[in-house]
T-cell receptor, first 115, second 112 residues
Framework: ETGVTQTPRHLVMGMTNKKSLKCEQH?????MYWYKQSAKKPLELMFV???????ENNSVPSRFSPECPNSSHLFLHLHTLQPEDSALYLC??????????????FGPGTRLTVL | TQLLEQSPQFLSIQEGENLTVYCNSS?????LQWYRQEPGEGPVLLVT?????EVKKLKRLTFQFGDARKDSSLHITAAQPGDTGLYLC????????????FGEGTQLTVNP
């Protein structure tokens, strides 16, 4: 039990659909992250939010739109995706304290398939 | 350019054997973390090493951070089928740990 939940666990969508991924953390952390995990590639950091403010966007295409309404919830809105966007999307949270090594706790991920 | 190289990428062994997984880089990291990920789940942290030359043990798992903090190894003694999973190393260049660079992972299968 990591304290980070993600819904849905599996999602199949067409290229013209609009869908959203949801992440919730129950650990009282102040930082949340979206990662993309594709086969035979390292985890790719997509977005970082700290105290609800986006602090990092790693050149992610605009068809991915994050939203962080509060420190416990993180969304990833998807529209007009491409088949190559099919991957496992992982959410993580941490207590971001400057000067210390903080552990990131991951959710179970959403397995996304774009047809 | 892959910042963190893990080897081997795939490893299939019999129960009871020993194994070592490597994580190498040309860059210096302030800390390095090892995760294990099982199918259908997110990565779970096993250990964090922060000091060059540091060795940490977690039951049958031994983790070492290189003296120059550029590489790390994970050694498993007497592997069990329950050790099966994807082992990921991740380096941080800030002591806050909020920015992690991941290796591709080593997929370990331990056969009964």
């Amino acid at each position: 039990e990591t304290g980070v939940t993600q819904t849905p666990r599996h999602l199949v969508m067409g290229m013209t659909n609009k869908k959203s991924l949801k992440c919730e953390q129950h650990l009282g952390h102040n930082a949340m992250y979206w990662y993309k995990q594709s086969a035979k590639k390292p985890l790719e950091l997509m977005f970082v939010y700290n105290f609800k403010e986006q602090t990092e966007n790693n050149s992610v295409p605009s068809r991915f739109s994050p939203e962080c309404p509060n420190s416990s919830h993180l969304f990833l809105h998807l529209h007009t995706l491409q088949p190559e966007d099919s991957a496992l999307y992982l959410c993580a949270s941490s207590q971001d304290n400057p000067g210390s090594t903080d552990t990131q706790y991951f959710g179970p991920g959403t397995r996304l398939t774009v047809l | 350019t892959q910042l963190l190289e893990q080897s081997p990428q795939f490893l299939s062994i019999q129960e009871g054997e020993n194994l070592t997984v490597y994580c190498n880089s040309s860059s210096v990291f302030s800390s390095l973390q090892w995760y294990r990920q099982e199918p259908g789940e997110g990565p779970v942290l096993l250990v964090t090493v922060v000091t060059g030359g540091e060795v940490k043990k977690l039951k049958r798992l031994t983790f070492q951070f290189g003296d120059a903090r550029k590489d790390s190894s994970l050694h498993i003694t007497a592997a069990q089928p329950g050790d099966t999973g994807l082992y990921l190393c991740a380096g941080s260049k800030e002591t806050s740990g909020s920015r992690l660079t991941f290796g591709e992972g080593t997929q370990l299968t331990v056969n009964p």
